[in-house]
């Protein structure tokens, strides 16, 4: 089984994981390799319910808490955001982003790579995980498992092309962008 590759935003010992997911009851969870964020997303949005939404969870400021944004969209529009943004929404280690429908789908990356995938038909979801090489194991661990004193883990922001995702929330407030 192939190890987990670092985003550019986060920055940890990782050597231990593997490309793994467990699931417990509607949720599959995993973390997400480097190289598998386009793939992923591009195919698991495609598979969302409209209408549906997309949110993304930005540092306020100094202080541990986060600020949330919503914009509800189409599939082609949640594609398009994936295009644009790409490039930090899958490299930035702070952010926090993911796509939601009302039919109860969600995905939802956290810090260090973790993704959760909540759905009460994970069937549609969990071929997408294998396509990328990910095994079924109850016991698949996240970055979250290997943290310690030893071993801290450190997040940070990251820019694309002179963007970061300040410009995301700058930008997609023009087209409906709200925060909740």
Not at 166 to 177: A, H, K, P, R, S
């Amino acid at each position: 089984m192939s190890e987990i590759k670092l985003i550019a935003g986060v920055s940890v010992n990782a050597d231990s994981l593997r490309k793994e997911y467990k699931i417990e009851d509607s949720r599959l969870t995993l973390t997400l390799s480097a190289e598998d964020y386009k793939s992923f997303f591009k195919q698991t949005v495609a598979k969302f319910q409209e209408p549906m939404f997309f949110f993304i969870e930005v540092p306020d400021g100094d202080s541990e808490e986060y600020l949330n944004y919503y914009l509800n969209c189409t599939v082609p529009v949640a594609k398009a955001i994936l295009k644009r943004y790409g490039g930090i929404l899958f490299t930035d280690g702070v952010i926090r982003f993911g796509f939601g429908s009302e039919v109860g789908d969600e995905i939802y990356m956290q810090e260090f790579q973790h993704l959760d995938i909540y759905s009460n038909s994970l069937s549609k979801f969990e071929p997408i995980v294998k396509s990328l090489g990910y095994k079924n194991n109850p016991e698949a661990q996240t970055i979250w498992d290997v943290l310690s004193d030893d071993n801290p883990g450190m997040r940070e922001c990251v820019e694309v092309d002179d963007e970061s995702f300040e410009d995301i929330i700058e930008n997609l407030t023009e087209v409906g962008l709200y925060q909740k």
